[in-house]
């Protein structure tokens, strides 16, 4: 299709006198080339109840080609999930014969059919792409995932951010108006043109008037995390909140009305309300302990993390696949659904830290730090985080000049 516009030189748009024309066009013939060994690339998008025996008739692949494609491709995952809306990337020839396949189906991962010396083979591969560094701030108004929207940056950003901080802030009880925060981090494109968002590499943190800061460091052996300017690791052997975004709904206290008991009690726990559904991570490592139904907790999980301590998760939806008793817990994992079973009035965690089988307070228990990094690191890591935390000052400076303006 072909459209032209002229313009009148010096005339008022109104005066313009315009007519609507409407013509059928003929197609031309189906293009034949002569070149045999031309190549023609297509796109085809996926549509719902889609098989790549389908999407390959559409594309005219020929017979042959069609059945050696199935049965190479036939113990592959990425067919088997294939996504409606998705775009499949196929190279062909006049003749159908079918010479590269390429199909990005999520998670960072591509299938790749490629015919090599007359016959086809087959690549599940992560996607290539090229990061970049980016920065961003943002201010806190309501909540961390508001202010991460409102500053432009990915919702990714804000889980990352809560995972840094999360064991010197308590992002349910000690957020503020006005806290403020920056980031230095990677992104890129992959092959097939979608956004990848990477790791942050610095961030900093107001919090009442503290600043928090954190650079990335990777070791030899390829293990990485978090840590201070200084070297001091960030990482505690417990997380402050088992729960990324909710909110207190009641603390730890000696007394308390329980609204379905109909009597004051003592409440030995903190109490996070959130949707049906939302995940609860394990504060820290341990061993699952119990798992299944207790009186008024409802679904419990129980994880054993020392001789001393041990934490205890309430009124779950479901519990996490594969959670069974002695099973083995990082720090972070998924182990269950906030829920309402039990003697609960609505959706939310009932969360407890034991010392030595009795409750205690989480927000009045001193943890010990981790381990800073060795001096065999000391000179690499100051080395690698200079320009990261240069950075982050630049940030800083521009986040105080745009403050006070």
């Known amino acids: 299709m072909v459209t032209a516009f002229g313009i009148v030189p010096d005339a008022s748009l109104q005066e313009v006198s315009t007519q609507r024309i409407v013509r059928s066009l ?28 389908a999407i390959l008739a559409r594309l005219e692949v020929n017979q042959a080609d069609r059945i050696s494609f199935l049965d190479t491709a036939r113990d592959s995952q990425a067919m088997r999930r294939l996504k409606p809306g998705e775009v499949v990337h196929a190279e062909t020839k006049p003749n159908g014969e079918l010479l590269k396949l390429r ?32 920065v961003g701030s943002g201010v806190i ?37 006005g806290d403020r925060f920056t980031v230095v981090y990677e992104s890129g494109q992959d092959e ?33 995390d978090y840590y201070t300017p200084a070297g001091e690791s960030l990482r505690r052997p417990f997380l402050l909140a088992p729960l990324k975004f909710s909110r207190i709904s009641s603390g730890f206290t000696k007394a308390r009305y329980h609204p379905i008991l109909k009597k004051w009690r003592a409440h030995r726990g903190i109490d996070y309300a959130a949707p049906t559904g939302t995940p609860i991570m394990a504060t820290a490592n341990g061993i699952v302990e ?7 907790y409802g679904n419990l999980v129980i994880l054993k993390h020392d001789a001393q301590y041990s934490s205890a998760y309430g009124h779950l939806s479901k519990f996490s696949k594969h959670l069974q008793p002695g099973k083995r817990i990082k720090q972070g994992d998924v182990i269950g659904y906030v829920g309402a ?38 000179a690499v890591f100051h080395r690698q985080t200079k320009t990261l935390l240069t950075q982050l000052d630049l940030l800083r400076n521009t986040g105080f000049a745009a403050l006070n303006n």
């Open 26 to 53: 003929p197609l031309p013939e189906k293009f034949a080339s002569s070149d045999p060994d031309m190549t023609f690339w297509h796109q085809e998008s996926i549509r719902r109840g889609d098989t790549i025996a």
């Open 103 to 134: 199909y990005f189906y999520g998670n960072g991962e591509q299938f790749l059919m490629e015919k090599i010396d007359g016959a086809f083979e087959l690549r599940e591969q992560p996607v290539e792409h090229h990061a970049h560094i980016r």
């Open 141 to 177: 108004s309501s909540s961390l995932f508001a202010a991460v929207d409102k500053a432009g940056l990915p919702s990714a950003i804000a889980s990352q951010i809560f995972d840094i901080f999360s064991s010197h802030i308590d992002f349910h009880r000690d957020l503020h108006k």
């Open 192 to 224: 097939s043109g979608k956004t990848q968002i990477g790791r942050i590499l610095a961030a900093e943190f107001f919090n009442k008037g503290k600043a928090h800061r954190a650079v990335y460091f990777q070791m030899e052996d390829g293990e990485g």
């Open 290 to 296: 119990f798992k299944g139904w207790q009186n008024g």
């Open 341 to 378: 079973t039990g003697m609960a009035t609505g959706p939310h965690l009932h969360y407890e830290l034991r010392v030595n089988g009795v409750q205690r307070d989480p927000s009045k228990i001193v943890m010990p730090a981790a381990q800073p990094i060795g001096k065999k690191y000391r």
